[in-house]
């Protein structure tokens, strides 16, 4: 227990250390004085998107019918729910944060254990929310733009964020059983094989379309970030989940 604050502890000063220390000046605009590290970084993750995250969500999409597919995709969706839902509280968003409970309950139960999104079907849409949102919501800056190895996209105040949403938000991982560690890295690897799979065509069409891939996903993510901070409407459905 100590050393897990310990950890996010860090994870928290490290974020909060780059976000307020002095930076190079930003000549592009795009709060990005880091570009040169970045895109280094950017392209490490390309290189491991191609040899391993494609070659296997393509398997996974030709290997694994459509429908269960979506039973998975709902199943990973449902767990992921109580951390939405403490994230609606945080901000605020009452109707939200009823949404997202009424989501769970009626999915957890009649959507047998999540497979199927019942909720969804009676007019109680799936909706995201996090940390990092939470903290802009709050006010925080988001700080200069940061591509992370692995998770891709981000900056400062969506690091803490993410470090948050994925140990103390999560009741799952304040629960240990026999076999849990295997429980808990099955249910990563399958998310990331997951959101791979379903942004497949999303993320082609972006590398065909774009000059530079870099700026393109760097313009996607700010708008991205800054729509769903101000609870906005605008269209982007059709995005890559960054």
Same mark, same amino acid.
């Given at each position: 227990?100590?050393?897990?604050? &310990? +950890?996010?502890?860090?994870? #928290? /000063?490290?974020? =909060?250390?780059?976000?307020?220390?002095?930076?190079?000046?930003?000549?592009? *605009?795009?709060?990005?004085?880091?570009?040169?590290?970045?895109?280094?970084?950017?392209?490490?993750?390309?290189?491991?998107?191609?040899?391993?995250?494609?070659?296997?969500?393509?398997?996974?999409?030709?290997?694994?019918p459509?429908?269960? &597919? +979506?039973?998975?995709?709902? #199943? /990973?969706?449902? =767990?992921?729910?109580?951390?939405?839902?403490a994230?609606?509280?945080?901000? *605020?968003?009452?109707?939200?944060?009823?949404?997202?409970?009424?989501?769970?309950?009626?999915?957890?139960?009649?959507?047998?254990?999540?497979?199927?999104?019942?909720a969804?079907?009676?007019?109680?849409?799936?909706?995201?929310?996090?940390?990092?949102?939470?903290?802009?919501?709050?006010?925080?800056?988001?700080?200069?733009?940061?591509?992370?190895?692995?998770?891709?996209?981000?900056?400062?105040?969506?690091?803490?964020?993410?470090?948050?949403?994925?140990?103390?938000?999560?009741p799952?991982?304040?629960?240990?059983?026999?076999?849990?560690?295997?429980?808990?890295?099955?249910?990563?690897?399958?998310?990331?094989?997951?959101?791979?799979?379903?942004?497949?065509?999303?993320?082609?069409?972006?590398?065909?379309?774009?000059?530079?891939?870099?700026?393109?996903?760097?313009?996607?993510?700010r708008?991205?970030?800054?729509?769903?901070?101000?609870?906005?409407t605008?269209?982007?459905?059709?995005?890559?989940?960054?």
């Open positions: 227990m100590v050393q897990l604050r &310990r +950890d996010v502890a860090a994870a #928290f /000063l490290i974020a =909060l250390a780059l976000g307020g220390c002095a930076t190079p000046p930003d000549p592009t *605009g795009q709060n990005d004085p880091f570009e040169a590290q970045n895109r280094k970084m950017f392209e490490l993750n390309e290189t491991l998107d191609r040899n391993v995250a494609l070659p296997v969500a393509t398997f996974y999409t030709h290997a694994v459509h429908p269960v &597919r +979506d039973g998975i995709h709902n #199943f /990973l969706t449902n =767990l992921n729910v109580p951390v939405i839902f994230n609606d509280v945080l901000q *605020g968003e009452a109707k939200l944060a009823v949404d997202s409970a009424g989501r769970f309950i009626v999915n957890s139960s009649v959507g047998v254990g999540g497979l199927i999104d019942v969804a079907k009676i007019g109680v849409p799936e909706h995201d929310s996090d940390f990092g949102q939470t903290l802009g919501v709050w006010g925080v800056g988001e700080g200069p733009y940061l591509v992370l190895p692995f998770f891709g996209p981000s900056n400062p105040r969506d690091t803490v964020g993410l470090a948050v949403d994925n140990t103390v938000a999560d799952l991982f304040w629960i240990s059983w026999r076999s849990s560690t295997y429980f808990k890295l099955g249910r990563t690897l399958l998310d990331v094989v997951d959101k791979r799979a379903q942004n497949i065509n999303a993320i082609k069409e972006l590398e065909k379309t774009s000059v530079d891939l870099y700026a393109t996903e760097r313009s996607l993510y708008q991205h970030r800054e729509a769903q901070i101000n609870h906005g605008a269209n982007l459905d059709n995005l890559p989940n960054f």
